[in-house]
C-alpha cells in the first residue's frame, strides 16, 4: 500500500471543474452521465444492447445480451462479429479510406504515416499471410515485436482470420518469453530485429532466439527486418514483409461468436506464475470502443496519443482497438519519453497538434523533475484532455499535469483499472468535475464498492477493498489454462469481483485507489509480482532464499527492494549484487531487476513457511510491525 500524507489527502478534495470549451462540447454532459449512469445500473440488459447495436457492426445480431452462470458470464450470445472488421473495413465502407489511421515517429523524428485503407490491405494480406503458414481460428500466436505499425498489423490480422494474439512485452528476458509462448502454446512467433531505445538497438529477435531454443516444440517465426537489415532466416522462419507483399489483398474476415477468444494477455499475479488472461471478442470490442469515444471525448478529426506499449493492456485497448474501431487518428511512438531530450513529447504533441494525451503517472513525474522549461518553451495548446492511467496519481503530479501541461484548460481524466477489466471501470468523464488524486466515479455499468474482508460497506473515507458487484462486457473470462485462478476473482469476496486494490469512497461517490492489497508491485505503472521476482533472484548460484517488497519511490511510484539469504558457500564480492541483478534482467528482464539487495541471515516466515513480506516492508518504511503472532522466530 502506498503512503499518503495528511497534506495529500486535503488537496485531494478540492474539485476541479472543467473547462467551459470541454462542458460545453462534450458527447456526455454532467447530468447525462448521472442519468445514464443510473440506467445502465437498472437495466445493463437495455442499456449495453442499445450501446452494441448502435455502435457496433454485426454479422448476425445477438439473441441475448447477458447470461450470467456464475461466476461465467456470456454477453451478446449468438451475435456474429469481427473486431478486426470494425476497425478497418467500416471506415473504408463510411468514407475514412483516406483518413491517417497511425502517425508513427521515433527517437530520430522519423515519420510514417498510414491511412485506414492502407492499414486494410496490409493486414489483410498479412492475415493471408499467416494462413500461408497453416494458423487458423483459435490457433495461438505469440507478438513480440517492436512498438510499430507492423505491430498493429500483426495484431489485427490474427483478430481478422481469429487467432488468438498473446502479446509479451518487448523488454521481457528469453525465459520469461518462452514461459508465456510455452504456456500459450504458441504454434507462431512474429518479432522485430530490433527496438530503439535511448539512441540503442535492442535486439529483440535475439530474445526470441534465445526463448524458442529452450521450446520443447518447433514453432515458426516471421521477423520484420527493419531499415535495411539483412539477417539471414532459416528454416523455419519468414520475412515480415515479404509474407505480405506476397499475399492476396482479400481476406474476408472471419465471422466470430461473440464469445470466440481474442486474445491472452499475461499478467503478474501472486504466484511466480504469469496469468493469462482471456479476452472475448464482442463484449471487448463494445467496451473498449465505447469508453474511448466517451472517456476521451473522441472528436473526428483528433489527433490522439496513447503513449503506452502495446504490449500492455493500455495498448491493445487503448492504442488498437478502442481508437480504431472509433476511426480515430492515433500516434504511435517508438523510444525512451527523454531521449534525444527531455522536451521530446512536447514537440511531438506541438508538431502533431495532439489533442488528447494518454500517459501514465511515472513519465509526468519524470517530467516534473526536469522541469517547466521543457514544456513552456512548446505551444501544447492543442490538448484538451489529458489521461492518466497504471497507477496512483498523487495530487501534485496531477496539478503540474493539469497546469504546465493542460494550461488549465484541459481535463485530466484518471482511468482506473486492469488487465483482467479489459477498459475503463473508474474514469470521470471530461465534463465531470475531478478531483486530484481521486480516480473519481465509475464508468457506465460499473458498480464498485469498498468493502471490507467480509464483504461489508465501509464507511466513507475510509481504507477498504475495492471490489465490482457484476459483470461488465469486457470482464476477463477466464485466466488460460487455470479456471480455479479464474474463480478466485469472483469467490474471494461475498461474490463480488475482487481486484486487488486498497481504496476510499467519499461522500461523493469519488473513489480513491491506494495501491495494491496483495503480493504484486506497481513498478514505473508496470505490474510486476513480488514471487515472479524472488523466483528469478534465487535461480542465481549463491542464492539460497529471496523476500521482495515495494518501496515509495518519488518517480517509479514503487521501487523493489529484495532481502537475499546467501548459500553457506557464496563469496561475497563487490561484484555480487551487480551479478545477482543480471541474474534476474536475463531470467525476468530490466522491469524485475531491484534497484537494492539487502543480505540478511534469515527470512522472518509465518509458522507454515510463508514469507512475512509486511515485516520487511513495516520496518522499511519504519512504521509498527503489527500483529507477529504468527511470526515463526
Ligand atoms: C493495476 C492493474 C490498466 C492499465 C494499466 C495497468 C493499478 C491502474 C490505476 C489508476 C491507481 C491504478 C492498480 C491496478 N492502476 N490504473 N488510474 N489509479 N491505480 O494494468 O498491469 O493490469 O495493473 O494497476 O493497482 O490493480 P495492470
Not at 477466464?478 to 479456471?483: D, I, M, Y
Not at 461475498?494 to 486487488?500: D, H, R, S
Not at 534476474?584 to 527470512?603: A, Q
Amino acid at each position: 500500500m502506498s503512503v499518503i500524507s495528511n497534506e495529500v489527502l486535503l488537496k485531494s478534495h478540492e474539485t476541479y471543474h472543467s473547462p467551459d470549451r470541454i462542458i460545453n462540447n462534450a458527447k456526455i454532459s454532467s447530468e447525462n452521465y448521472l442519468k445514464l449512469y443510473k440506467k445502465s445500473i437498472s437495466d445493463p440488459e437495455e442499456f449495453w444492447g442499445d450501446i452494441a447495436e448502435k455502435e457496433l457492426f454485426w454479422f448476425k445480431k445477438f439473441d441475448s445480451v447477458l447470461e450470467w452462470n456464475y461466476p461465467n458470464y456470456k454477453w451478446f450470445e449468438g451475435g456474429k462479429i469481427n473486431i478486426c472488421y470494425n476497425c478497418l473495413d467500416r471506415h473504408i465502407k463510411n468514407g475514412k479510406r483516406n483518413k491517417v489511421a497511425y502517425i508513427y515517429t521515433n527517437e530520430n523524428s522519423q515519420e510514417i504515416k498510414i491511412t485506414y485503407g492502407e492499414l486494410f490491405e496490409s493486414v489483410s494480406r498479412f492475415a493471408n499471410g499467416l494462413k500461408s503458414l497453416g494458423i487458423k481460428k483459435g490457433d495461438r500466436v505469440t507478438i513480440n515485436m517492436a512498438q510499430t505499425i507492423e505491430q498493429v498489423i500483426a495484431v489485427l490480422a490474427c483478430a481478422r482470420i481469429g487467432a488468438i494474439h498473446s502479446v509479451v512485452f518487448g523488454g521481457f528476458a528469453p525465459h520469461a518469453l518462452k514461459l508465456r509462448i510455452e504456456d500459450a502454446q504458441s504454434k507462431l512467433v512474429i518479432t522485430s530485429t530490433w527496438t530503439q531505445r535511448r539512441g540503442k538497438k535492442i535486439m529483440i529477435k535475439s530474445i526470441v532466439d534465445e526463448a524458442v531454443d529452450s521450446l520443447g516444440y518447433n514453432v515458426d517465426i516471421i521477423v520484420a527486418q527493419r531499415d535495411g537489415d539483412n539477417l539471414e532466416l532459416i528454416e523455419n522462419e519468414y520475412d515480415f514483409h515479404k509474407l505480405m507483399s506476397g499475399s492476396s489483398p482479400e481476406c474476408e474476415a472471419e465471422w466470430m461468436d461473440s464469445e470466440d477468444p481474442l486474445f491472452i494477455l499475461y499478467t503478474s499475479g501472486t504466484t511466480g506464475k504469469p496469468k493469462g488472461i482471456l479476452h472475448t471478442s464482442a463484449g471487448y470490442n463494445l467496451f473498449t470502443h465505447f469508453t474511448s469515444k466517451t472517456v476521451f471525448d473522441l472528436q473526428d478529426d483528433d489527433i490522439y496519443w496513447c503513449t503506452a506499449d502495446i504490449g500492455w493492456i493500455t495498448g491493445h485497448s487503448y492504442l488498437v482497438y478502442g481508437p480504431l474501431s472509433n476511426g480515430a487518428t492515433s500516434l504511435i511512438v517508438e523510444g525512451a519519453p527523454d531521449y534525444p531530450n527531455p522536451a521530446r513529447w512536447w514537440s511531438i504533441i506541438e508538431k502533431y497538434r495532439v489533442n488528447i494525451l494518454y500517459t501514465a503517472p511515472t513519465a509526468i513525474r519524470l517530467f516534473m523533475k526536469y522541469g517547466i522549461e521543457y514544456p513552456a518553451k512548446h505551444d501544447l495548446k492543442s490538448l484538451r484532455i489529458l489521461g492518466t492511467v497504471g497507477e496512483p496519481i498523487n495530487p501534485e503530479a496531477w496539478i503540474w499535469y493539469y497546469e504546465n501541461i493542460g494550461n488549465k484548460n484541459c481535463a485530466v481524466v484518471d482511468t482506473w483499472w486492469q488487465t483482467e477489466t479489459g477498459g475503463h471501470m473508474i474514469a470521470t468523464l471530461p465534463a465531470v468535475s475531478q478531483k486530484p488524486g481521486k480516480a473519481g466515479l465509475p464508468f457506465f455499468g460499473i458498480e464498485p464498492k469498498i468493502v471490507d474482508k467480509e464483504g461489508n460497506d465501509v464507511p466513507v473515507n475510509t481504507v477498504g477493498l475495492l471490489v465490482v458487484k457484476s459483470t461488465w462486457p469486457s470482464a476477463l473470462r477466464t485466466c488460460w489454462g487455470e479456471p480455479e485462478r479464474y474463480n478466485k476473482y469472483w469467490k474471494e469476496i461475498n461474490g463480488y469481483y475482487f481486484a486487488g486494490d486498497l481504496a476510499t469512497i467519499d461522500e461523493d461517490g469519488y473513489i480513491m485507489i491506494l495501491g495494491r492489497s496483495d503480493d504484486v508491485l506497481n513498478v514505473s505503472g508496470h505490474r510486476i509480482g513480488t514471487a515472479e521476482v524472488e523466483s528469478a533472484l534465487i535461480t542465481h548460484h549463491y542464492v539460497a532464499e529471496a523476500a521482495v517488497i515495494g518501496k515509495p519511490h518519488e518517480i517509479k511510484g514503487e521501487s523493489i527492494k529484495a532481502f537475499v539469504v546467501l548459500k553457506d558457500n557464496a563469496v561475497i564480492d563487490k561484484h555480487l549484487v551487480n551479478d545477482i541483478k543480471f541474474r534476474v534482467r536475463r531470467e525476468l528482464g530490466s522491469i524485475g531487476v531491484p534497484d537494492e539487495i539487502e543480505f540478511v541471515d534469515k527470512l522472518h516466515k509465518t509458522r507454515s513457511g510463508k514469507i512475512m513480506r509486511r515485516v520487511y516492508k513495516a520496518k522499511e518504511l519504519g512504521m509498527d510491525v503489527g500483529d507477529l503472532s504468527t511470526i515463526e522466530d
